[in-house]
């Protein structure tokens, strides 16, 4: 590791501290409450609320395809991106000629240009697991909304549970999507660390402020919190009751 500088060290050092703090003030501290994906969390719940008390659900159906199908986008180009990886590992001497050409002699060393090229398919590797995990996860909530029985008389209860059930889904699969399309973010800043190690403090940045705008100041959170103004069907608040006594199995209760 004698290749790798105090500054090379200190720059990676920013760049896990400010993803894992990203992800820590986005999911478990209290500020996650102000953010574009808790709000979005709300409105899946609310969603499957409603789609419980409809007769005919081909629709959301059609949306969780579509879903899925977004998900499953993103795993393959993680896939992709993987491969470019080891392409890039296979051509270092090429590649640090043209880099020695531009004047970027900080890349000049083929050790230290492997190490970033693994970090970043590191990075990638994450994404695919991440995608790879809540394109499974919508596919679980396509099959609990297709198992959610219609509303009778003699159980009026049991639809509302399975839309319970399926929210929680839908959250975790958005949970996992949004982690892996954190990473490709991120992965962007990283590449900074090609060119200079404090450019790559700078990127890494750069990255961070735009993901807090995203989450904490852009206009699509304002539109989603803005809709939460609107009143709460009564499948909606039954759902939103179970949510608040804690239950993870509304089966059991």
Request: glycine share 8%; aromatic share 12%; net charge positive.
């Amino acid at each position: 590791m004698d290749v790798l500088s105090t500054m090379d060290f200190a720059a990676l050092a920013w760049f896990v501290l400010a993803w894992l703090g990203f992800n820590v003030a986005v999911e478990y501290s209290p500020l996650k409450t102000l953010t574009l994906s808790n709000a979005m969390d709300d409105h899946r719940r609310r969603w499957m609320a409603t789609m419980s008390a409809r007769d005919v659900r081909i629709m959301d159906v059609g949306i969780l395809n579509g879903l899925q199908q977004g998900t499953g986008f993103f795993a393959s180009t993680s896939l992709l991106a993987i491969g470019g990886c080891f392409a890039l590992l296979n051509s270092t001497e090429r590649i640090l000629q043209i880099a020695t050409h531009l004047g970027l002699s900080a890349s000049n060393a083929p050790v230290l240009w492997e190490i970033k090229v693994l970090g970043l398919t590191l990075i990638f590797a994450y994404a695919f697991f991440k995608f790879g995990w809540a394109y499974r996860l919508f596919n679980y909530t396509t099959i609990l909304v297709g198992a959610t029985p219609d509303v009778t008389r003699d159980e009026p209860e049991l639809p509302r549970l399975f839309a319970a059930e399926a929210g929680d889904l839908m959250v975790q699969a958005g949970v996992h999507f949004n982690r892996g399309q954190r990473a490709f973010f991120f992965s962007i800043g990283y590449l900074g660390w090609f060119v200079d190690p404090r450019i790559f403090l700078a990127t890494t940045l750069a990255v961070l402020i735009v993901l807090c705008r995203r989450q904490f100041f852009s206009r699509a959170r304002s539109v989603a919190t803005s809709a939460h103004q609107l009143p709460s069907s009564p499948s909606m608040r039954a759902v939103g009751s179970k949510i608040e006594t804690g239950s993870s199995n509304p089966f059991t209760g």
